[in-house]
């Protein structure tokens, strides 16, 4: 069991609204990234984080955005929510430069009504 | 771009069956490859990589340059290796991310 942790676990919005997903890193995992998993679809790059700025970005629009805070813990945020958006979403940390793998947490159940 | 397929959805087995989950990639460079893997109720987790020729729970997989392939093996399936198996890439370079495949689901009979 890895030191990954996300909340909420489950989340219930409707269409148009906005949401904030947290998560929170391993120790001494200055990188973060966000995946989004649609039911029977593997997971999908949203965007990554070090050093609290972005560093890259997958193919998402702008509604999508994130921080990265001083002690790495990451919040993922998307506006104006499409049922489309319904997905697990997931974190995972690494340290900058270090094993390549990534260290994923639990993941956060987003349903969009 | 880069992408990986898994071609098979689902795959059933008999307990002790040999097992292989495909796997083939796209991508022009060296990339680092993986196994990934979500047991029920669990997070993903990796199974292993390529780089380390590891045999994690009796499963293997061999990088096939030539066929840009990483097929995960293993030569008798047990019940508790029931679960979503995912393939990704990584590119060799700096600090980029996880490419999935959409899995496979692995369901071994008793």
């Known amino acids: 069991e890895t030191g990954v942790t996300q909340s909420p676990t489950h989340l219930i919005k409707t269409r148009g609204q906005q949401v904030t997903l947290r998560c929170s890193s391993q120790?001494?995992?200055?990188?973060v990234s966000w995946y989004q998993q649609a039911l029977g679809q593997g997971p999908q790059f949203i965007f990554q984080?070090?050093?609290?700025?972005?560093?890259g970005r997958g193919n998402f629009p702008p509604r999508f955005s994130g921080l990265q805070f001083p002690n790495y813990s990451s919040e993922l945020n998307v506006n104006a929510l499409e049922l489309d958006d319904s997905a697990l979403y997931l974190c995972?940390?690494?340290?900058?430069?270090?094993?390549?793998?990534?260290?994923f947490g639990p993941g956060t159940r987003l349903t969009v009504l | 771009a880069q992408r990986v397929t898994q071609p098979e959805k689902l795959l059933s087995v008999f307990k002790g069956a040999p097992v292989e989950l495909k796997c083939n990639y796209s991508?022009?460079?060296?990339?680092?490859l993986f196994w990934y893997v979500q047991y029920s109720r669990q997070r993903l987790q990796l199974l292993l990589r390529?780089?380390s020729r590891e045999s994690i729970k009796g499963f293997t997989a061999d990088l096939n340059k030539g066929e840009t392939s990483f097929h995960l093996k293993k030569p008798f399936a047990q019940e508790e290796d029931s679960a979503m198996y995912y393939c990704?890439?990584?590119?060799?370079?700096?600090?980029?991310?996880?490419?999935f495949g959409k899995g496979t689901r692995l369901s071994v009979i008793a």
């Open positions: 995972a940390s690494r340290a900058h430069g270090g094993e390549a793998r990534g260290f």
């Open positions: 120790s001494g995992h200055n990188t």
């Open positions: 984080y070090y050093r609290e700025e972005e560093n």
């Open positions: 991508y022009s460079g060296s990339p680092e």
């Open positions: 390529h780089i």
């Open positions: 990704a890439l990584r590119l060799n370079s700096g600090n980029t991310p996880l490419v």
